[in-house]
C-alpha cells in the first residue's frame, strides 16, 4: 500500500506542477486571440529566429502552444482542453501521457509537434495505420501548414522521390512500420542521393503501447529472393572433384583460403562452358566454384563437421561439441552439404532487418501516448527511458464497470452473451462486443444472426470501412462486434437519446493476458464524461482461466452444483484474475527484455555497419577507406604466418609472399629471401609501402573509372557479407541455448561468439575489397546503381 501510495502521490504532484504550466499558457490567451491571422502565422518566423539567437525550445513551449491552440480554434473550430495541453507538455518531455480515450489525443499532439518542428529537424507522428496516418497528415495538418510550416505524408506505395519530400516536411505522419522500413531501405541504396530519411531527431508514437511493448518483439525483415542455386552448388562440387589440388588449385590451411591456378581457371571455362571466368556476369559462378574448393580443401568431416542424417552440424574446434544451429556463412555450408552428398538447404536472403525496440530507440526523443500505460510503467522506464503520467480526464468519467460472470463452458458463455446483447438492443441500447480472434468474432456473428439481431462485424481487415463502422457503433440500436485491438485510435460518439438509455455498453468475451488490452477495450464507452457500462462474460474454456487456478473455480462451481449456463459472479473471481493477468504480464516483460539482450549484440553490429557504408557513400575520395583496409590485411597476414609467439625461423614467408601476391602485389614484386633478413615491423613496413605504390599507380591508371570501382567494390562486399552474416546470427540464436553446457549463460556464448563472427566478417570484407580493388580487370563500371550481389568488376 505505501507503494502504491508513493506511486499516486507521485504522479499527483506531476499534475499539480503541468497545472502551474497550463495557467501560464492559459494567460496569454487574450494576448493571441486579437491577432489577425497573418500576425498569428508570423510568429513561426519569431520563434525560429529566437532559437536561433540561443534560445533554448522549453523557453518558447508557454507561447508556441498557446499559438497552437489559437490556430486549432480558427481552422478546426476545436480548443484544446487544459488536460490536452497538460498532454501535450508530457510529449515535449520525452514521456509517455496516459490519456483515456475519447480525451483528443490526435489534437494533443498538434502542440510538441509544432514545437519540436520549430528547429528544423523533422518531427515524425507515427500512427499504428495507415488510415489514420493519411487522416491526421490532412486534419490535424491543416493547423501546421496555418501557421506555416510543411506536413508530409509517408504512405507505403509512394515512390523514393515522394517520401524524400514527406520526410523533407517540418511534420511528417506516418505507420511505425513504414518509419522502419524506409529506414533499412536507406541502408541499402547504392548513392546518397537515394537516401530519404534525415536523421532521426523526435517521435510522437500515438498507441505508444501497441507499437513499443505489444509489436517490440517482431522484426522488421526486408527480403530478397534466395538464389535457386542448389543446382549449382552440386555443379559446382562436381568440377572441384575432378581437379588436382597442388596443380589445379591451391590451398592455404592458415589463412583459410583455397583458389584456383591458371590451369583450375580453364579447366572451369571447360566444364562450365563460359569464355572468361572472371567476366562480371560469372561472379556468383565463381563465388560457388571457391566455396566448393573450400569445402573439398579445408573443411575436414569428423574435424570441422559432422554428417546426422541429412544435415551438416558445425563442430566446436575447442571444445569438440556439435554448434546447433550454426551455418557457415557465404555459402560454404551449403558447399558441404553438396560435397557430403545431403539435402542443400535453401539461402535465406534476409537483406536488412531491425526490431521496432531498436529502431524506436535511435531518436534523440521519443515520446507516445495512449489510453493504456501505467501497467508496463517499468518496462517504458527500463527500456525506452520513459516514465508514464497519468493526464486526468477533461469531465469526471461515470462509466460503470460491471463484475465478471463466469459460465462453465464456452458454449454457455456465448449464449448468455447473445442474450445479454438481445436484451440490451430490444430497449434501443448500443453494444460493441470484444472478441480475442477474428474466429470467435464470426462464431458470435453466426449466433447473432440466428437470433436475426442486425449487426456489423469488425476484424482489422480494412481500416478505412473499420473507422467508419466504430464511428456509429454508438447509434442507437447498433450492435458492433470487434476484435479487441480493432478501431483503436477512432472515437464513438453517443447517438441521440443514447445517453438516457445508458450509453454504450461493452461486453468482453475473455480477460485478455494483459490488463492493459481489457481497459482499452472498456475505454471505448464512456468518453469525456458520457454514461456507459462494460463487463466481461468468460468461461472455464478460456486461456487465461484454464492456464491459472480454474481447477479451484471449478471446484468451487461443483460444489455450489452450478448448471452450466449459471453464471458465478465473485469479486474473488476477479481478483484471481487480475493475479494472473499480473504474472503473465510480467513473464511476458521478462521475455521481451531477454529478446532485446540478444537483439542488442546484433545492433551494435549494425550500427558500424551501417555508419561504415554511409562513409563509403558521403566520402568523395575513398583512398583513406581502402588504405585502412589493406593495413589491417597485412596485420592479418603477419598475425598467420608471422605470429609474434613463434621464432623467426618458424615463420612461414613463403605463403606469405603468395598471399600476398594473390591479394595486392604483383609477382616476383617481393622474395622470401628479401623479408628473411628483415623483423617483422620492417616485414610490415615493406608490404604496406609496395601495396600503397601499386594502389596509386592504379589510380592514376584508372582516373575516374578507378573511383567507382571501390565504391562499388566496397558497397557489395560490405552488403553481401553483412546479409550472410545476419542469417548467420539469426540461426545461431535460435539455438544457442542448446550449447548452455557447464552452466554457461547462453547469451554470453551468444555475445562472444557473435563478436568473434563479426571480426571474421570484417575481414572477409577487408579481403575481398582488396583482392577487388588491386586485381579486378576493368572494362567499364555502369553508372546505374548495382543489384545487391552484383558488381561489375572482373577478377584476375
Known amino acids: 500500500m505505501g507503494l502504491l501510495k508513493q506511486v499516486f502521490n507521485s504522479n499527483e504532484r506531476e499534475i499539480a506542477r503541468l497545472r502551474r504550466m ?35 525550445l522549453d523557453n518558447l513551449l508557454y507561447e508556441a502552444f498557446a499559438v497552437v491552440r489559437e490556430a486549432a480554434k480558427r481552422v478546426l473550430g476545436q480548443r484544446h482542453f487544459d488536460v490536452q495541453l497538460m498532454g501535450g507538455i508530457v510529449l515535449h518531455e520525452g514521456r509517455v501521457a496516459e490519456m483515456k480515450t475519447g480525451e483528443g489525443k490526435t489534437l494533443v499532439a498538434t502542440l510538441p509537434a509544432y514545437l519540436n518542428a520549430l528547429t528544423g529537424e523533422g518531427v515524425h507522428v507515427v500512427t499504428v495505420n495507415d488510415y489514420l496516418a493519411k487522416r491526421d497528415a490532412e486534419y490535424t495538418g491543416k493547423v501546421h501548414r496555418f501557421l506555416g510550416l510543411t506536413v508530409g505524408y509517408n504512405g507505403p506505395d509512394m515512390t523514393p522521390a515522394q517520401k524524400r519530400e514527406a520526410y523533407r516536411a517540418d511534420i511528417t505522419y506516418g505507420t511505425n512500420n513504414e518509419f522502419g522500413f524506409d529506414y533499412l531501405r536507406d541502408n541499402m541504396v547504392m548513392s546518397l542521393e537515394d537516401m530519404v530519411q534525415r536523421k532521426l531527431h523526435y517521435a510522437i508514437v500515438d498507441e505508444v503501447d501497441s507499437i513499443l511493448i505489444d509489436e517490440a518483439r517482431t522484426p522488421l525483415i526486408i527480403s530478397g529472393p534466395a538464389e535457386k542455386s542448389a543446382d549449382l552448388y552440386f555443379r559446382a562440387d562436381m568440377l572441384v572433384r575432378r581437379l588436382k589440388p597442388g596443380e589445379d588449385y ?60 541429412d544435415e551438416v552440424h558445425i563442430v566446436d574446434e575447442f571444445t569438440g561439441r556439435i554448434l546447433h544451429g550454426r551455418r557457415y556463412s557465404e555459402g560454404l555450408h551449403q558447399a558441404i552439404e553438396a560435397k557430403e552428398g545431403v539435402k542443400v538447404q535453401n539461402e535465406s536472403k ?33 527500456i525506452y527511458g520513459m516514465d508514464v503520467v497519468v493526464i486526468p480526464t ?11 460472470v463466469v459460465y462453465k463452458t464456452e458454449r454457455a458463455k456465448f449464449r448468455a452473451v447473445v442474450e445479454e446483447v438481445a436484451r440490451r438492443h430490444a430497449k434501443g441500447q448500443p453494444v460493441l462486443v470484444g472478441t480475442t480472434s477474428i474466429e470467435k468474432s464470426e462464431l458470435l ?5 440466428e437470433r436475426g439481431i442486425p449487426h456489423q462485424v469488425l476484424n482489422a481487415k480494412h481500416h478505412e470501412r473499420e473507422a467508419e463502422i466504430v464511428a456509429l457503433a454508438g447509434q442507437r440500436g447498433m450492435v458492433t462486434i470487434a476484435t479487441n485491438m480493432a478501431g483503436r485510435g477512432t472515437d464513438i460518439i453517443l447517438g441521440e437519446g443514447v445517453a438516457e438509455l445508458g450509453g454504450l455498453h461493452i461486453i468482453g468475451t475473455e480477460r485478455h493476458e494483459s490488463r492493459r488490452i481489457d481497459n482499452q477495450l472498456r475505454g471505448r464507452a464512456g468518453r469525456q464524461g458520457d454514461p456507459g457500462s462494460s463487463q466481461f462474460f468468460l468461461s472455464l474454456e478460456d486461456d487465461l482461466l484454464r492456464l491459472f487456478g480454474s481447477d479451484n473455480i471449478k471446484r468451487l462451481m461443483d460444489r455450489l452444483g452450478l448448471e452450466e449456463d449459471q453464471p458465478i459472479e465473485q469479486k474473488m473471481l476477479t481478483n484471481a484474475l487480475e493475479r494472473a493477468q499480473k504474472k503473465v504480464e510480467g513473464n511476458n516483460y521478462d521475455l521481451r527484455k531477454h529478446v532485446l539482450r540478444y537483439d542488442d549484440v546484433l545492433n551494435k553490429q549494425r550500427e558500424v555497419i551501417y555508419r561504415q557504408r554511409r562513409q563509403i557513400l558521403e566520402r568523395e575520395d575513398l583512398r583513406g577507406i581502402v588504405e585502412g583496409m589493406l593495413e589491417d590485411l597485412i596485420d592479418h597476414m603477419l598475425e598467420v604466418y608471422c605470429s609474434e609467439e613463434q621464432v623467426p625461423e618458424d615463420w612461414d614467408l613463403q605463403a606469405l609472399v603468395q598471399y600476398a601476391e594473390h591479394h595486392f602485389l604483383n609477382p616476383g614484386q617481393v622474395t622470401v629471401d628479401e623479408l628473411r633478413k628483415l623483423d617483422r615491423d620492417e616485414i610490415k613496413e615493406r608490404l604496406l609501402e609496395l601495396g600503397k605504390a601499386n594502389y596509386d599507380k592504379r589510380r592514376e591508371e584508372l582516373g575516374e573509372i578507378m573511383h567507382q570501382l571501390e565504391r562499388l567494390v566496397l558497397l557489395r562486399a560490405v552488403d553481401s557479407k553483412w546479409m550472410d552474416h545476419i542469417d548467420a546470427m539469426d540461426q545461431f540464436r535460435q539455438s544457442v541455448h542448446l550449447r548452455s553446457y557447464g552452466q554457461a549463460d547462453p547469451l554470453v556464448i ?12 570484417i575481414h572477409s570484407i577487408e579481403e575481398e575489397v582488396i583482392l577487388y580493388v588491386f586485381k579486378a580487370n576493368v572494362q567499364a ?3 546505374q546503381p548495382v543489384a545487391h550481389g552484383a558488381v561489375p568488376v572482373q577478377g584476375g
Open 750 to 761: 551468444y555475445q562472444k561468439e557473435g563478436f568473434e563472427m563479426f571480426e571474421a566478417m
Open 22 to 56: 497550463v495557467d501560464r499558457i492559459n494567460a496569454l490567451e487574450s494576448q493571441f486571440e486579437s491577432m489577425s491571422d497573418e500576425e498569428l502565422r508570423s510568429m513561426t518566423a519569431k520563434f525560429r529566429e529566437r532559437l536561433a539567437n540561443g534560445e533554448k
Open 394 to 404: 477533461n469531465r469526471p468519467m461515470i462509466r460503470t464497470d460491471l463484475d465478471d
Open 445 to 449: 456473428s453466426r449466433m447473432l444472426h
Open 250 to 309: 591451391e590451398v592455404d590451411e592458415k589463412m583459410r583460403t583455397a583458389n584456383l591456378t591458371e590451369s583450375g581457371v580453364k579447366k572451369a571455362e571447360q566444364f562450365f562452358r563460359v569464355e572468361n571466368l572472371f567476366d562480371p556476369e560469372n561472379v556468383t559462378l565463381m563465388h560457388h566454384i571457391t566455396q566448393a574448393l573450400k569445402a573439398h580443401g579445408l573443411m575436414k568431416r569428423d574435424k570441422d563437421y559432422v554428417v546426422i542424417g
Open 781 to 783: 563500371v555502369p553508372q
Open 350 to 382: 534476409t537483406l536488412a532487418t531491425i526490431t521496432l525496440q531498436n529502431y524506436f530507440r535511435m531518436y534523440e526523443k521519443l515520446a507516445g501516448m495512449t489510453g493504456t500505460a501505467k501497467t508496463e510503467e517499468k518496462e517504458f522506464i527500463e
